[in-house]
């Protein structure tokens, strides 16, 4: 008898404020002592002068200030970054799959790619991780060079590059983002009947995604996945939560799914082989 091959979805999520509780640019100019970050990159929004998101390449290259930073700043800026919880228990999901389905997943930011690898360090591999590339001058340590920006059309281009070498089709995407940002690559996904989920209450990005989901724990995207994609039961997305050693202690169920989990001792365990 001839096995039914696995759906395979392809899941993308941002980075800065997704995974994260602050912006890596921020977290750059406090270890370097630069202040008005958040200044800055709304001047440069106001002058259209670069894609949304791209503020803080920007920034790296042409501001003065910014000028003295090296890869070691990038590195000890990701370790300072703030993660979200049950990060490592996503991306555990994710490698196992579930009966009938399989998973990929990627992060795509435009935050310098070496903030988002020292972030993830030992959760998510380097491969598949997607960020701002640099090129550093050998001799003095500057960055002298930007060879890609992931991000507005740029993220766009990393989804079909994916969907490409992975060989999934359009419709079993899934994107994760929170900000103005993602709305170019949230629209492309909408438009071949992907799947979008928000995880901010930004207006711009809630009338263009899926589903919402409003919470602290980076698992919490399974609720709509599993729900909306996968038609779970309750007490099945409830039962899988609990195996990680968290607890679906509260659910608003509307367009904006409004999760509260709470972690229990297993979740502050390394994760178990099944």
Same mark, same amino acid.
């Given at each position: 008898?001839?096995?039914?091959?696995?759906?395979?979805?392809?899941?993308?999520?941002?980075?800065?404020?997704?995974?994260?509780?602050?912006?890596?640019?921020?977290?750059?100019?406090?270890?370097?002592?630069?202040?008005?970050?958040?200044?800055?990159?709304?001047?440069?929004?106001?002058?259209?002068?670069?894609?949304?998101?791209?503020?803080?390449?920007?920034?790296?290259?042409?501001?003065?200030?910014?000028?003295?930073?090296?890869?070691?700043?990038? =590195?000890? @800026?990701?370790? #300072? /970054?703030?993660?979200?919880?049950?990060?490592? +228990?996503? &991306?555990?999901?994710? %490698? *196992?799959?579930?009966?009938?389905?399989?998973?990929?997943?990627?992060?795509?930011?435009?935050?310098?790619?070496?903030?988002?690898?020292?972030?993830?360090?030992?959760?998510?591999?380097?491969?598949?991780?997607?960020?701002?590339?640099?090129?550093?001058?050998?001799?003095?340590?500057? =960055?002298? @060079?930007?060879? #890609? /920006?992931?991000?507005?059309?740029?993220?766009? +281009?990393? &989804?079909?590059?994916? %969907? *490409?070498?992975?060989?999934?089709?359009?419709?079993?995407?899934?994107?994760?983002?929170?900000?103005?940002?993602?709305?170019?690559?949230?629209?492309?996904?909408?438009?071949?009947?992907?799947?979008?989920?928000?995880?901010?209450?930004?207006?711009?990005?809630?009338?263009?995604?899926?589903?919402?989901?409003?919470?602290?724990?980076?698992?919490?995207?399974?609720?709509?996945?599993?729900?909306?994609?996968?038609?779970?039961?309750?007490?099945?997305?409830?039962?899988?939560?609990?195996?990680?050693?968290?607890?679906?202690?509260?659910?608003?169920?509307?367009?904006?799914?409004?999760?509260?989990?709470?972690?229990?001792?297993?979740?502050?365990?390394?994760?178990?082989?099944?």
């Amino acid at each position: 008898m001839t096995e039914t091959p696995l759906k395979h979805y392809l899941l993308a999520s941002d980075f800065d404020q997704t995974l994260s509780f602050n912006d890596s640019g921020l977290v750059l100019a406090e270890l370097l002592g630069i202040s008005g970050f958040e200044e800055r990159v709304a001047g440069l929004a106001r002058s259209n002068l670069v894609q949304q998101g791209g503020e803080l390449a920007y920034l790296i290259r042409h501001d003065p200030e910014f000028r003295g930073v090296r890869r070691e700043h990038l =590195v000890e @800026a990701g370790r #300072r /970054v703030r993660l979200k919880s049950a990060i490592p +228990a996503l &991306v555990d999901f994710m %490698e *196992r799959g579930t009966e009938g389905y399989r998973f990929s997943f990627f992060v795509i930011s435009a935050a310098p790619r070496e903030i988002v690898i020292s972030a993830l360090d030992g959760i998510v591999p380097p491969e598949r991780i997607y960020g701002t590339e640099l090129e550093f001058d050998v001799r003095s340590g500057e =960055v002298r @060079a930007i060879k #890609r /920006v992931p991000a507005g059309y740029g993220k766009v +281009a990393v &989804v079909e590059e994916l %969907e *490409r070498q992975l060989g999934v089709t359009a419709d079993r995407m899934i994107y994760v983002g929170d900000g103005s940002s993602d709305v170019h690559v949230m629209l492309h996904v909408n438009n071949h009947d992907g799947f979008t989920i928000a995880v901010s209450e930004n207006r711009q990005l809630a009338r263009i995604a899926r589903s919402t989901v409003i919470s602290d724990n980076a698992f919490s995207i399974m609720v709509p996945i599993l729900d909306q994609l996968l038609h779970w039961r309750t007490g099945e997305i409830r039962e899988l939560f609990e195996r990680y050693g968290l607890t679906l202690s509260e659910w608003e169920k509307d367009r904006t799914d409004r999760v509260k989990v709470s972690e229990g001792l297993a979740a502050r365990l390394s994760i178990e082989t099944a």
